[in-house]
């Protein structure tokens, strides 16, 4: 049996006086939670404040990019090494917003995976099509490829200590999560791919869900057999919302 696993993502929000109030109900609302690992990856600045609050709960924390690189001159990064120094366990890699916004393709979303696991992290790597190309019929395709960047530098056996992340673009933000059933295809896509190649990482590889996941729809999700948790937005920043979608990976 896979250990479900809730991630939230809080992309760019937050405060250090929001964060305290979020993240102390976190710690307290979590602690009767049982059969579910739970984590937030927070903006970087955060990071101290992450640690200092939960690193005796049963939460664990992450950041959402690194660099490719350990150091150097590369003005404004951040580097594996460092995010393990703040006590990370994860990282996210790959996350459509960066893939569009930052215009990351899939060799440097390669490279920065690698970068995570060399540094002691493990990396959430997001992968999921447009709008465009799920009605071309090309979701397959494109799950396909953005994953084989990953296995083509670091090898299948990389996916023993990562998280994959299916997430739809059209579903992030919008309020319009995949169903169930649209994402069990999906998900079970990822892990028949990966099974002709390795039968044992493909049966352990946590694959979660992402894209309008909230209280509300969490557990419908949750059921389907390759559906290992969720990878959370919006409803990570709002403490009843997060800890019911924690409840109902863990029930
Ligand atoms: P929402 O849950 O806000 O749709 O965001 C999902 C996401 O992008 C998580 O990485």
């Known amino acids: 049996m896979r250990q479900k696993l809730v991630a939230g993502n809080w992309k760019m929000h937050g405060s250090l006086v929001q964060n305290k109030v979020l993240l ?3 710690v307290t609302g979590l602690k009767t939670v049982r059969n579910v690992s739970c984590a937030v990856c927070v903006p970087y600045p955060y990071l101290f404040q ?11 924390w992450g950041a959402q990019n690194l660099s490719p690189f350990d150091y150097g001159a590369y003005t404004g990064e951040v580097s594996g090494p460092m995010l393990k120094d703040f006590g990370c366990r994860y990282v996210i ?3 459509s917003e960066r893939r569009t916004l930052q215009g990351e393709d899939s060799r440097l979303v390669a490279q920065k995976f690698k970068a995570a696991q060399a540094a002691g992290l493990i990396p959430i790597l997001c992968i999921g099509e447009t709008l465009a190309e799920r009605e071309a019929g090309a979701t397959e395709k494109v799950v396909a490829g953005q994953l084989e960047a990953v296995l083509e530098l ?6 023993t200590s990562a998280v994959v992340a299916y997430e739809p673009v059209w579903a992030i933000g919008t309020g319009n999560n995949a169903t169930p059933e649209q994402a069990q295809t999906v998900h079970a896509f ?4 990966l099974t002709a190649r390795n039968p044992e990482v ?3 590889l946590q694959i979660l869900y992402g894209g309008s996941v909230k209280a509300g729809n969490a557990a419908q ?7 290992d948790g969720g990878l959370i937005g919006g409803a990570s920043l709002n ?3 997060f800890l019911a979608i924690c409840a109902a990976a863990g029930s």
């Not at 992450?50 to 664990?60: D, P, Q, T, V, Y």
């Not at 670091?154 to 996916?159: E, T």
């Not at 990822?190 to 791919?193: A, E, H, K, L, T």
């Not at 999700?221 to 559906?227: T, Y």
């Open 190 to 193: 990822i892990r028949q791919g």
């Open 24 to 26: 102390d109900a976190l």
């Open 154 to 159: 670091s090898g299948i056996a990389a996916l």
């Open 50 to 60: 992450a640690r200092i609050i939960l690193h005796e709960s049963n939460i664990a």
């Open 239 to 241: 403490a009843d919302e």
């Open 93 to 95: 890699v790959g996350h």
């Open 221 to 227: 999700l949750f059921v389907m057999p390759d559906i």
């Open 202 to 204: 493909a049966r352990q």
